[in-house]
């Protein structure tokens, strides 16, 4: 079995991004063949700076690795390193209607939050769909918010199959991760960089504390009274960090009265600061080795482009691309 996963360097990486895409990956590592791509051909439909696109690729390299990620275990690459992806989404475009990018809720959204029509935008979930095939992926862990991307890599899949012969492509199946609906914000909101309400997996611990202090919404009741559980957003992160006893005490801590939102919220961070405390010191090991960074990206290079070079000749052939 062989997972795919592609993550975007867009910035600092939060406790959303964790429960929703890189914990999940990180497990996939021991449970087949992983290969993570740091999506940075994507980057560019929302990111002009060149130096921000290094910048951010180059730390999301570093997070993921810090999280868990085993370069043994898994194929861990740029993007931008296999080049070969752009040739097949050319290919995946020419049987790709425009009705079914029209439909892709993805480019709406992007447009609807001012970002910039560009071709790219709108062609994003072709190159999607190159990413996934290339690597003769079974299956690929997506959000709900992005299921309907793997329907259309499915679908052209498919097309391609009825085309040019049954059996070119493998139909990926989905993994849907549950977790993203319950990772509410620091307002309570989706967790998300666009609302300005994430809790970042990294950072400083004097200001780290001061945000969940300061940002973490509760309502006004007075500390002596039961504190509501239901819609609490306290409630919601702590069980994200806590164990189930822990999680427990603090339900019942609320409903007897008699403890302040200030404890609670001392307690999420304590939990939340331990929670990834492993990463952290993985994390000072790596930017303190940054020749391992590149070693580890150079050789997930090498063996993409090994499996990627294999699959595109398949398809060139079937395409009329090649003659030999």
């Not at 790709?96 to 709108?122: D, Q, V």
């Not at 139909?171 to 309400?197: F, R, W």
């Not at 200001?207 to 009274?225: C, F, H, S, Y």
């Not at 580890?296 to 000749?313: D, H, M, N, P, S």
Request: aromatic share 10%; hydrophobic share 40%.
């Amino acid at each position: 079995m062989r997972f795919l996963t592609g993550l975007q360097p867009s910035g600092q990486l939060h406790i959303g991004n964790y429960f929703g895409a890189i914990q999940p990956a990180v497990e996939l590592q021991h449970k087949g063949e992983a290969f993570y791509f740091i999506a940075n051909y994507h980057a560019m439909t929302t990111m002009e700076s060149a130096e921000k696109l290094r910048e951010n690729t180059r730390g999301l390299a570093v997070d993921f690795l810090a999280c868990g990620l085993e370069p043994d275990k898994a194929v861990f690459f740029a993007q931008s390193a296999v080049p070969e992806v752009n040739e097949l989404a050319w290919i995946l475009s020419t049987v790709c209607p425009m009705g079914l990018l029209e439909r892709c809720h993805s480019y709406k959204e992007k447009m609807a939050r001012g970002i910039a029509a560009s071709h790219a935008l709108f062609a994003y979930p072709a190159l999607m769909a190159a990413d996934i095939l290339l690597y003769d992926s079974d299956a690929v862990p997506v959000g709900k918010d992005q299921k309907q991307h793997l329907e259309v890599t499915r679908d052209l899949a498919g097309k391609m199959n009825d085309l040019f012969g049954e059996g070119l492509f493998k139909l990926p199946e989905p993994i849907i991760s549950e977790v993203t609906a319950v990772v509410p914000g620091l307002d309570g909101q989706k967790m998300s960089k666009s609302y300005g309400n994430t809790l970042p997996i990294f950072g400083e611990e004097k200001a780290l504390r001061k945000l969940i202090n300061k940002k973490v919404v509760t309502d006004a009741t007075p500390l002596e009274d039961p504190k509501p559980t239901e819609g609490s957003i306290i409630l919601a992160l702590y069980k994200l960090f806590a164990t189930p006893e822990q999680y427990a005490e603090m339900v019942a801590a609320h409903e007897r009265g008699g403890v302040g939102y200030g404890q609670f919220k001392k307690e999420l961070f304590e939990s939340y600061w331990e929670f990834f405390r492993p990463a952290r010191e993985r994390r000072e090991w790596i930017l303190a080795h940054p020749d391992y960074v590149d070693s580890v990206l150079e050789a997930g290079a090498e063996k993409a482009r090994g499996e990627a070079a294999k699959t595109l000749a398949r398809v060139r052939a079937a395409v009329g691309l090649s003659w030999v």
